[in-house]
């Protein structure tokens, strides 16, 4: 599906029936929606949608649009346009990794939308300055060598042990989704990330059901991350996943999506 809205074509794929309600899904980094293959269909009763952000596009979708200059907060805009085009005024936000800055941000923009938060390998604190350089690294390692560089470099953190001991094909999709990235799309939200404000403060204020996930071999984000989180956000509900990574939906999407039909389930009620 798209929608033009203003100068910009936003993209997203869905599926399901809303007769619970609606739940989006918001990818990671440097991926797009076809890292959500295994959940748009996975939850009875509930539409699920997944927006491609601003230049990211699937292995076989359309070139995308350059992506300007986004913020988080530019990004948390579009998924809003999304929700706008739709006719949803509410939603369960969900994130991973980048998805869950993106969520966040939603929520500092407009918490009345968030029926419930699902916050994956993510986390709340902002870049450190060591974080800080490692994306400086990057943007020079994208201008020189472009997206397979990129998936060279992250493959080996993107994924937990066990994966790329086990599941070969989940590392080859995980390869497709990032090299059909542009060098633009990449940048950008290279850039976003590290400009994106702290949000430390923001979990003391949310009060909607919230669901954490967490790879129990994630280095990007370890799960002390998600515990931390835990602690801030009243009554939210910590899953950690076995042998799964940064990347947990696409290495155990089973347990994922069993997680995440127990938090939706307990909406329903």
């Not at 966040?104 to 450190?128: N, W």
Request: hydrophobic share 40%; aromatic share 4%; with cysteine.
């Amino acid at each position: 599906m798209q929608r033009t809205i203003g100068d910009r074509t936003i993209r997203w794929r869905e599926g399901g029936e809303a007769q619970r309600g609606v739940l989006v899904l918001i990818h990671a980094f440097p991926l797009s929606s076809a890292m959500w293959e295994s959940q748009v269909d996975a939850f009875a009763g509930w539409r699920v949608v997944c927006p491609d952000l601003r230049g990211f596009r699937g292995p076989d979708g359309p070139a995308a649009e350059h992506p300007g200059d986004p913020t988080m907060d530019e990004y948390a805009i579009d998924v809003e346009h999304v929700l706008d085009a739709l006719d949803v005024p509410q939603a369960v936000i969900g994130g991973l990794s980048m998805g869950g800055y993106v969520t966040f941000a939603l929520f500092r923009r407009a918490p009345a939308r968030c029926r419930g938060l699902i916050l994956a390998d993510t986390r709340a604190t902002a870049d450190s300055e060591e974080g800080r350089q490692g994306r400086r690294r990057m943007l020079h390692l994208v201008d020189e060598q472009g997206a397979s560089a990129i998936a060279d470099d992250m493959l080996p953190k993107l994924l937990g042990a066990t994966t790329r001991r086990e599941q070969p094909l989940v590392e080859q999709q995980v390869r497709r989704m990032i090299e059909a990235n542009s060098p633009d799309a990449i940048r950008a939200a290279v850039t976003a990330m590290m400009t994106r404000p702290d949000s430390t403060t923001l979990v003391g204020s949310i009060r909607c059901p919230t669901l954490i996930v967490a790879g129990d071999e994630d280095t990007l984000t370890p799960v002390s991350a998600s515990h931390e989180m835990q602690q801030g956000i009243r009554g939210a509900s910590l899953v950690t996943l076995p042998r799964a990574g940064h990347l947990s939906s696409l290495e155990r999407p089973a347990e994922f999506n069993a997680a995440v039909g127990r938090f939706l389930g307990a909406l329903s009620k």
